[in-house]
Nanobody
């Protein structure tokens, strides 16, 4: 299973970015997918996740600003990030749970700075 994340970059406070993560390989039975983030010196934290049926879950700090979505036909999830703040700066990782196993993609760096 491979997870390819993209879409990170440098953005000013208040700006927007859209992250994408496509799963490939032996992904039959893929269930929940999600985005985590890790800033230097901190633990990796859940940002948002989404089940195959479309149920979503967000960490409180991003509610109302970030939206996770999923295209099951493309085995891809997206994270639309609006009203970005400097504290959103982190490396963002996508993951997928397949038959109880968790797979991780490579991170994509998001930097929010003026």
């Amino acid at each position: 299973v491979q997870l390819q994340a993209s879409g990170g970059g440098l953005v000013q406070p208040g700006g927007s970015l859209r992250l994408s993560c496509q799963a490939s390989g032996r992904i039959f039975g893929i269930n929940a997918m999600g985005w985590y983030r890790q800033a230097p010196g901190t633990q990796r934290e859940l940002v948002a996740d989404i089940t195959r049926g479309g149920s979503t879950n967000y960490v409180d700090s991003v509610k109302g600003r970030f939206t996770i979505s999923r295209d099951n036909a493309k085995n891809t999830i997206y994270l639309q990030m609006n009203s970005l703040k400097p504290e959103d700066t982190a490396t963002y990782y996508c993951n997928a749970i397949i038959f109880g196993e968790t797979y991780w993609g490579q991170g994509t760096l998001v930097t929010v700075s003026s």
